[in-house]
């Protein structure tokens, strides 16, 4: 058997697979879809987004059929990126979702939540079955995975800007957790907020030890960036003892990278905008608990422009970790 031959056994039988795997999300986004818009569950504040889940549902599951049965992957490539594009714009808001139930134990919106699981669930799996079909990113007739290798320059400076970006967050948020104040509002006024609102035991206990939780995830978010873009995350290095040495499976960091990017930037880029018609006067910003309009439109700029940059360059990481790791 060629190589040429043997590669395209291997494309037919993954087709098949990924095309299986789609269909299978797409019966179950279609149900819950449907299922929502006939109860009168809301998505999003509207009940009839059902229906449009249904139809994208079902649109995948037909998709995926003609991929699965051999479908020339040519003509079908733009179909299943377009249904991805629709189900990451869908699980939009996912990580703060996450964040909020683990530090709240509680959402919003159950069915909100369900919705964006299945719909970052399905992006991946459309991602997959959108690539088959191209020679993987492996040595030249070795099948081997590609040797470690850093991020182009141009990348590793995005990555610089989205960790340089979180510095005035990280100080702002520290300085409230010390029992400092910033922007006329002090670390008491905001502990006591946190109480009214919720916030779960360990919420409170890290702030009783002057650690800010959203800080300390904003520090996690830094290493996930800096993961991407260097040679030791794609294996293990010596600081991880038994792991050492050992492969670091690509799910790894694409999952949560490709999570955080799909909601931090659009979230962040949208609120400096807003930000920005705030301060040149076009709208204005409710000042909630903060002194003047001022103090939060400079929290805004602070926390929504360190979002907005690192979403990007998270963005930018995680393709370039995609494309080096295929």
Known sequence: MTAASGWATVRVAVRAA???AVMAWGVAYAAFGAGCAVSGTAL??????GW????VGAAAFLTAAAVARGGRASRLRPVLRTLCVLAGAAAFGLLMDVITLVFSQDVDSWAD???RVLSALGAVLLAATARTGRPPARTA??????APSAAPGGVQLAALAGTLAFAPYVVMKTTWAVGGTFAGLSGAAMLADAERNGASGLWLTLASWGVDATA???ALGVFLLWGLVRPWGQVFPRWTLLLRGRRVPRWLPLTPALLGAATLAPYGILGVGYAALGTTGVVTVPR???PTEADVLLVCWIGLGAFAVYGV???VAARSYWRRTG
């Open 216 to 218: 300390l995830l904003a």
């Open 52 to 55: 449009a889940v249904a139809t």
């Open 44 to 49: 999003f504040g509207a009940t009839w987004l």
């Open 18 to 20: 990924d095309g299986r």
């Open 288 to 290: 909630g608990d903060f």
């Open 141 to 146: 007739g070795t099948g081997t995975a590609p």
């Open 113 to 115: 939540t369900a919705h």
């Open 313 to 315: 360059a998270l963005a």
